[in-house]
């Protein structure tokens, strides 16, 4: 998901000292640069990577309420880093930055979280796992990501949830090496793709308890995109029969790359090149001034996909210091199901 | 009919354009002063605004601890709890002669970084050594001090701010985990456990750190204003003295008016926009005379206001609306208040009354009662206000209330004394006068009660000025014991330097202090070596038995008198210092020209808790003699600039030259008070020169020459100034008294001693004389001058 590492390095040092600063320098001098040799090791690599310049816990999870209304949630922490240490105090370069999204057929709510390193407001530890920005928190059980408690507030509302696996943690790319262009951009990139979710939403209206599907991106770099991407459409699908895929186009005024992977309802995953997956909007809709697509076209034919995806609140717009498209989608065609979208760019 | 009558009523003007320019020029005068003051007073606080606005989002609610220590633990507890805070570290950095406020901000959750539009990579902000961000011409003061970050400069902040990330200030400030308090911001989530439950230690505020300046500056803003309502006081009563004039002088007219068949309520309405129309006029000419002083003055004003509280204030002046508008309005409401007396009489005039001798000036017996009984009443209701009100506003009002209250005193105690001087009178001319001066009394009283309030004010003004000048210097000779004060640029430096001078001098003092929070406020935290040159000099104010040994066993801690009497740390009282620090009060020490609280510790006991204070400015004992030829040696071996070394003698004259600058604007208002108050006797004796002649005509009549006559009439001005000056000795020294005991006492948090100055007295007596002497003057100049023929006339027809 390179989505969200363009998110951090245009973005979130921006963020930081408001308007006033120009983005931050494109080059990873000083950074670890992502290594296809790299075997992913865990607990330890639930924590944090100081030495790469950025990194995400990206929790997102479809739900349907005792209310017969379905509902969706985003937990997100972002971790930039300006120099590829950490440090105690307030001298500390490393960044934090928490977005919270609550979705309903007919709202929207957003929060954000932004915090200094070394101090102690936000931050994130392996093992135990447990991650936090604020009183903003996701945690894990003594050993591993199999359980997770989630909560977050804003203004008009706040979840509690909690998560249990059941499944394995899935590998993207080549052992969780994730290539990004032709160009050969990466990532490390993991999931858990398979919580089953249940809890309780505090909205204007009240209560509602919930339950539903959680899926955990984790991933972290160093290197940005290539300065002809534009923008990109990610998607995470969990259909009926227990098979679930994610694919994202990144758009390129040299030609669009596109990935996937398809998970087995065993777990097994499957990771797909580019150009296996394609995707076509098919209709848009105006949010904050802007036109946004918010029914595709889907199709993997290696794996006889052929959706259409539909938004459920076509307003799911994340008005945060960098906006973006965010919300749950509905799943129709060769297969039904439930999944999370999520486009910057437009 | 209306219009021969304004025609009428002009035609006074026309005649006597002398009148008419008292009457406006005493009403521009007063609006003058007050407007001046007004406008001094708004460019500072408009200043103090705008640079809170500039600091953004800075004038919310704060969060401070109750116990003055604010951590970062305590900032990251409330977060951690959802509340949506923002942290602040403040504190003050001497640069040269300037101090700087430095304000350190997280840039990842303040509401308002400057630096739009420029190109700077967060790293270079947030990551050592930081960026600095001032405005130009803060940052052409900073100079090149090759210390400190690289400054950005950005006109987005007020003067004398330094705005920079929270990590660099604690760096700078050497506060390594401190926070001064905490902005709450506007956005808070739903169900926010209560602060009362997170953040037991910490109060909610509406006040930001922007009121400090304010609070800090608000005494001598209300000072300014004291002294400007007293100048538009007495510049009322010659509006008063003049209007009377006119309205007698034309009683005549009225009365022919009236008996031509204008009727009562015209002639008022057309009196009273009269002098409505010349309010207007001598409000504006006022607005442009206190434009000007202000003008004049505030540079000054700036420059104390920087100096003294570090509060940011611009030297230039604008011209607001609402201080036009309140400019013209104290004028006319002055006017009216001065002319009511004369409109309410044309108004009941009975239209064939036949002239009273002293008809419009108000004497009775009655109204010296009412004097008599109102003067103790307004003491003892100042007595009580500031029993009851207390505090600056209380002491304020004791001073409204001895002042108002001793000047309605005037003419009884004034009457009573001519009456005593009258039974002993041996001539019958010395009868005749005193009899005459009594007769007078009534009509000067006004203006002799402005005489009395300016010289009693001058004495008291003087008086606390001279004492604390005293006491400063005494203070300074205690205080600045060491013959050298050397500043290093670095701590190696420093401590290269106390290597280099230990064989070389016969003491080298360190001179370390932390930047903290005492009792809530900030505050400096010293730390002192154990020396002989404290025991012997520093100024204590109380103490405890054993005060010095106390300290340097790291048992006690001295706290200077603002801080002891703002907090009630008197010895024996336990001040936190830093968390898990807490010192009894062994001693309290007199600190003037310094708003700040300020304590001192044992050195090494601020060294364990504070290990990292800078090292670099030390007090040097070494024989008088010796001084210069050291300094020079020190500059030789260290390179050091010319203003790092400052002998004592410099010193000392650089803080009288901060003291001076601080009374400019007090001396300036002082002298143009006195001014204001000659002029009113001159005005009233002009006033009563008319009605004079029918007193002086038949005395001219029984063999006097016009010219005894008019000494007679220098020297009876000249008795009444004199009595009226010995009787503001008294009253201006209780206002001293006043001013030093309790106005100081809440206004900068020190008591001083009193000394008493009677050359001044001597100085201000012969001043009062000759403003008597120079008011009659011109009268008596007539009157040696006046025709016989005016004076017959006197016979010939009443008026």
Not at chain 1, 226 to 251: E, K, V, Y
Not at chain 1, 302 to 308: D, L, T
Request: glycine share 10%; with cysteine.
């Amino acid at each position: 998901m390179n989505a969200r590492l363009l998110i951090l390095l245009l973005w979130l040092p921006c963020a930081a000292l408001a308007q006033g600063f120009a983005g931050l320098g494109t080059d990873a001098e000083g950074f670890a640069a992502p290594d296809p040799a790299y075997r992913l090791d865990f607990p330890k690599d639930h924590g944090p990577h100081p030495e790469f310049r950025i990194e995400w816990w990206y929790l997102t999870a479809t739900l349907h309420g005792a209310d017969g209304r379905d509902y969706g949630i985003q937990w997100t922490l972002f971790r930039s880093a300006l120099a590829p240490y950490e440090g105690e105090g307030w001298s500390s370069p490393q960044l934090w930055m928490g977005h919270a999204g609550l979705t309903t057929p007919d709202r929207h709510f957003v929060a954000e979280r932004r915090s200094r390193g070394g101090i102690g407001q936000a931050g994130v530890t392996g093992d135990p796992f447990r991650a936090w920005i604020d009183d903003w928190e996701m945690t894990g059980p003594p050993v591993g990501i199999d359980s997770l408690r989630l909560s977050a507030r804003g203004r008009e509302f706040s979840y509690n949830l909690t998560l249990n696996a059941d499944g394995p943690l899935v590998l993207h790319g080549d052992a969780g090496y994730s290539v990004k262009s032709r160009d050969g951009h990466a990532s490390h990139y993991y999931s858990q793709p398979a919580y089953a979710v249940a809890g309780t939403l505090d909205l204007p209206g009240g209560p509602v308890a919930v339950t539903g599907n959680g899926w955990l991106d984790r991933e972290w770099s160093s290197q940005p995109l290539s300065a002809t991407q534009s923008g990109w459409d990610w998607f995470s699908l969990t259909f009926d029969g227990g098979a679930r895929m994610m694919g994202f186009r990144l758009r390129d005024s040299a030609g669009d790359y596109t990935a996937a992977t398809w998970i087995a309802p065993d777990g097994a995953a499957e990771a797909l090149p580019d150009g296996a997956l394609t995707v076509e909007p098919l209709a848009t809709s105006g949010v904050e001034g802007r036109d946004v697509p918010t029914r595709w076209r889907v199709r993997l034919p290696s794996k006889a996909v052929e959706v259409e995806i539909d938004a459920l609140n076509p307003q799911a717009w994340m008005a945060t210091s960098f906006p973006y498209w965010e919300g749950p989608v509905r799943i129709t065609g060769s297969h039904s199901g439930k999944g999370y979208l999520e486009m910057t760019g437009y | 009919m209306i219009a021969a009558a304004v025609t009428a009523l002009l035609s006074h003007w026309r005649r006597q354009p002398g009148q008419l320019a008292t009457l406006i020029l005493g009403l521009a005068l007063a609006t003058g002063l007050w407007s001046a003051v007004q406008a001094i007073n708004a460019e500072a606080r408009a200043s103090y605004a705008r640079a809170a606005a500039q600091l953004g989002g800075d004038a919310g609610p704060v969060l401070k601890a109750r116990d003055g220590t604010l951590r970062l633990a305590d900032y990251v507890a409330l977060r951690r709890a959802g509340w949506q805070v923002s942290p602040v570290l403040e504190g003050r950095m001497r640069l040269g002669r300037e101090t700087l406020r430095l304000v350190g901000v997280d840039g990842m959750s303040w509401p308002s970084m400057p630096g739009q539009g420029m190109t700077l990579a967060p790293a270079d902000v947030l990551l050592p050594p930081g960026r600095l961000f001032a405005n130009p011409e803060t940052v052409a003061r900073i100079g090149a001090e090759a210390d400190l970050p690289p400054r950005i400069e950005t006109t987005g902040l007020p003067d004398g701010v330094v705005l920079t990330d929270i990590g660099t200030a604690e760096r700078l400030l050497n506060r390594p985990g401190a926070l001064s308090r905490l902005l709450v911001l506007p956005d808070q989530p739903e169900g926010l456990p209560p602060l009362a439950e997170v953040a037991p230690a910490l109060e909610l505020t509406d006040r930001g750190r922007q009121s400090d300046a304010a609070r800090l500056t608000d005494s001598f803003h209300l000072n300014l204003t004291a002294f400007g309502l007293l100048s538009f006081a007495v510049g009322l009563f010659i509006v008063h003295g003049t209007a009377g004039l006119a309205f007698e002088q034309r009683r005549a007219m009225f009365r022919t008016l009236r008996a031509l068949g204008l009727p009562a309520r015209t002639l008022t309405l057309l009196i009273l926009t009269e002098l409505l129309v010349l309010a207007l006029l001598a409000g504006l000419l006022g607005l442009v005379l206190g434009y000007l002083v202000a003008a004049a003055l505030l540079p000054d004003v700036a420059a104390t206001l920087r100096g003294l509280y570090g509060a940011p204030v611009d030297g230039g002046l604008t011209l607001r609306p609402a201080w036009i508008a309140s400019g013209l309005g104290m004028a006319v409401g002055g006017a009216l208040l001065a002319g009511a007396q004369g409109v309410l009489r044309v108004a009941r005039m009975p239209i064939l009354s036949a002239p009273g001798l002293l008809a419009w000036s108000g004497a009775s017996a009655r109204a010296r009662r009412l004097m008599a009984l109102g003067g103790p009443a307004l003491i003892l209701g100042g007595l009580g206000a500031l029993w009851l009100v207390g505090g600056l506003a209380g002491g304020f009002l004791l001073l409204g209330g001895l002042l108002l209250g001793a000047a309605l005193l005037l003419p009884p105690l004034l009457g009573a004394l001519l009456a005593l001087g009258q039974t002993r009178a041996r001539s019958v001319i010395a009868e005749w006068l005193l009899a005459d001066l009594r007769a007078q009394l009534p009509g000067l009283s006004l203006a002799l009660m402005a005489l009395l309030l300016a010289l009693a004010t001058n004495i008291g003004v003087g008086t606390m000025v001279a004492s604390f000048r005293l006491t400063f210097t005494g203070w300074l000779d205690q205080r600045l014991a060491s013959e050298l004060y050397v500043t290093t640029a670095t701590d190696t430096e420093g401590a290269q330097l106390a290597a280099w001078l230990a064989p070389r001098a016969d003491a080298v003092l360190p001179i370390r202090h932390a930047e903290t929070d005492l009792a809530g406020a900030p505050a400096r935290l010293y730390g002192i070596a154990d020396h002989a040159t404290y025991r012997d000099n520093w100024p204590l104010i109380d103490a405890d038995a054993e005060v010095w040994d106390r300290v340097a066993r790291g048992q006690g801690v001295l706290v200077n008198e603002q801080l002891a009497r703002r907090a009630g740390l008197w010895p024996g009282a336990m001040l936190d210092l830093a968390p898990g620090w807490r010192l009894p009060v062994a001693g309290v020490y007199s600190d003037y020209g310094n708003p700040l609280g300020q304590a001192i510790v044992d050195l090494p006991a601020l060294l364990r808790h504070n290990p990292d204070v800078p090292n670099r400015r030390f007090g040097i004992r070494i024989a008088p003699d010796r001084a210069a030829a050291l300094a020079e040696a020190i500059r030789r071996q260290f390179d050091l600039p010319d203003d790092a070394i400052i002998e004592q003698s410099r010193l000392k004259a650089q803080s009288l030259a901060i003291f001076e600058n601080t009374f400019v604007v007090t001396a300036a208002l002082n002298v143009l008070t006195l001014g204001v108050a000659g002029f009113a006797i001159l005005t009233s004796l002009l006033t009563l020169w008319t009605m004079r002649l029918p007193h002086v005509a038949p005395v001219w009549a029984l063999g006097m020459t016009r010219r005894a006559l008019a000494r007679i009439e220098v020297l009876r001005s000249v008795v009444l100034a004199g009595l009226t000056a010995l009787l503001a000795l008294p009253l201006g020294l209780i206002l001293a008294k006043v001013l030093l005991d309790v106005i100081n006492v809440e206004a900068f948090g020190w008591r001083l001693p009193m000394f008493l100055f009677p050359l001044d007295w001597l100085r201000l007596f012969a001043l009062a004389l000759l403003a008597g002497a120079l008011a009659a003057a011109l009268p008596a100049r007539r009157l040696r001058h006046l025709p016989p023929a005016a004076l017959l006339r006197v016979f010939a027809h009443e008026r």
